[in-house]
């Protein structure tokens, strides 16, 4: 392989398995989308828990499977097409090598950065399986929110339940956040300094949409103005302590 793929493939494999831990460092000072989002769903799930129906809790959830169901069926689909050129045989590697836009390589090499492209995305499908999984899970634990419990004991099972719903929706980002990360294994298909140039891109847009995009402003003030508001607990809690009277069995 020649040095400026290697140095590329290097920089790609960093930005590709440090980008967590660097975002988790950025994170400290707050100001970054991941970290408001964490504290806006822990504060969903202690709105949900105090809620005397949570059925718009359960519909709101559910829309994320279904989000996450169709990102994990796209992500199949383009797996499939990846591998069927991979494993296509001599035919289908040079229908595909045929193309002017792609850089001239071996044949070795070409199967080495379509494998590329390939595990970038199986990665990112298991990333929505366990996304889809974990969300499965946090929907059991809103449908068996207990509605006359203690008010101690609803915040308790209200950090129980955040502790199921951030990382479902953690990994269903990771998940999307592969899609970026497969554009620019794709970019090594045009040459190495395409490959080193998407692969600066996308770390760099990921990090600017953490930390100066208008949502992550706009996610931060929402969290801001939560922390703020106390959380009210509604009529059909108030004045609860201990069994739930009998008239409200």
């Known amino acids: 392989m020649p040095i400026l793929d290697i140095l590329a493939l290097s920089l790609f494999v960093f930005a590709w398995l440090f980008y967590e831990p660097l975002l988790r460092r950025l994170g400290q000072g707050k100001n970054l989308i991941n970290t408001d989002m964490t504290v806006i769903r822990r504060r969903w799930m202690t709105e ?28 199949l689909i383009l797996i499939a097409a990846a591998a069927g050129v991979l494993f296509g045989g001599d035919a289908a590697l040079k229908s595909v090598e045929g193309l002017k836009v792609l850089a001239q390589t071996t044949p070795v090499m070409f199967q080495i950065k379509l494998g590329l492209v390939l595990f970038t995305l199986a990665r990112g499908l298991l990333d929505f ?29 209200a950090e129980a339940a955040g502790g199921i719903l951030n990382p479902a929706l953690s990994a269903f980002n990771a998940g999307v956040r592969g899609y970026y990360f ?68």
Request: charged fraction near 15%; glycine fraction near 6%.
């Open 48 to 75: 949900m828990a105090v809620r005397e129906v949570a059925l718009l809790d359960g519909q709101l959830l559910g829309h994320a499977i279904n989000s996450a169901s169709f990102f994990a069926s796209s992500n």
């Open 182 to 249: 497969a554009l620019a294994a794709a970019a090594w298909l045009l040459g190495p300094y395409a490959f080193l140039a998407a692969s600066i891109g996308a770390l760099v847009l990921l990090v600017w949409r953490q930390r100066r995009s208008r949502a992550s402003a706009a996610v931060r003030k929402v969290r801001q103005i939560l922390e703020r508001q106390p959380v009210v607990h509604g009529p059909h809690l108030r004045g609860l302590a201990g069994d739930p009277p009998e008239d409200r069995i």
């Open 129 to 157: 399986i366990w996304a889809l999984r974990q969300m499965n899970y946090c929907l059991a634990a809103i449908g068996a929110t207990p509605m006359w419990a203690p008010p101690a004991v609803l915040a308790e099972y």
